[in-house]
Each structure stands twice: as structure tokens, then as C-alpha cells.
């Protein structure tokens, strides 16, 4: 019993710890805060050595798998979202296994595990 109290222990830690750190393996480059047009929503993160790249959110029920992230050849992963328009989303990405905000985007809030997610706002109208 104290063995499993222990590495559930150990787990908490690792997960309070890591949940609103940026992974080292992620740029701050200020270019890729979301872009948002008419139709969709295009998300851009910064991570030439990762090797998986997705993004969650209420979108999609927190999935860390639905959502896989497309890498270019600049070291830059994107996706094109269909958000709902008139509403506020909270994201992350994941970035081979470790979840993080954005690091391009200022407008955060708490997550609730130390942390903090992403926010953006899809106006009506779109863009």
C-alpha cells in the first residue's frame, strides 16, 4: 500500500509540476499566436524537436489524441480548427507527451493544477 501511495505520489508531482512549464524544446518566437479568419481558426506552435505535436481543449473534450498537429518544415506545427464562433477556448498543446500553454499567446488563465491554459476569443463575425 505505501508503495502505491508513493508513486501516486510521485505521478501528482510530475503532472503539478509540469503542467503549466513550456517544454524546453519549445520556441518563443511571437509570431505564432493563433490566427483567426473567417472560416477557422489556425493554431502554430514553435517545436522543431518534437517528435508529436497535438492540441486540446474543450473543443474536443481535452483529448490529447484527437487532434494531431501538422509539423512543416520549419520546425513549426499547425492545425486549421473549425472553433465555435462568439465563445471563448481554452487550449493546450502537447508536445510529445508534456502539455503546455502557449507560449506566443499573453491571454491565459488558471488551469486548475498549478498552471494555465490558453485563451482565445472567435468573434461572431470572424475576423
Not at 508531482?13 to 489556425?42: Q, W
Request: with cysteine; net charge positive; glycine share 12%.
Amino acid at each position: 500500500m505505501k508503495k502505491k501511495w508513493i508513486l501516486c505520489f510521485m505521478a501528482f508531482c510530475v503532472l503539478f509540476l509540469s503542467a503549466g512549464e513550456n517544454g524546453k524544446n519549445v520556441k518563443k518566437t511571437g509570431k505564432n499566436y493563433p490566427r483567426i479568419g473567417a472560416d477557422c481558426v489556425t493554431f502554430r506552435i514553435s517545436a522543431p524537436e518534437a517528435v508529436l505535436v497535438s492540441i486540446a481543449g474543450q473543443f474536443n473534450g481535452w483529448n490529447e489524441q484527437a487532434t494531431p498537429m501538422l509539423k512543416k518544415d520549419d520546425g513549426t506545427w499547425e492545425i486549421v480548427l473549425d472553433l465555435k464562433k462568439g465563445a471563448r477556448h481554452r487550449y493546450k498543446f502537447i508536445i510529445d507527451g508534456m502539455w503546455v500553454f502557449d507560449p506566443d499567446n499573453p491571454d491565459t488563465e488558471p488551469d486548475g493544477f498549478g498552471g494555465n491554459n490558453s485563451i482565445i476569443y472567435v468573434p461572431k463575425g470572424g475576423k
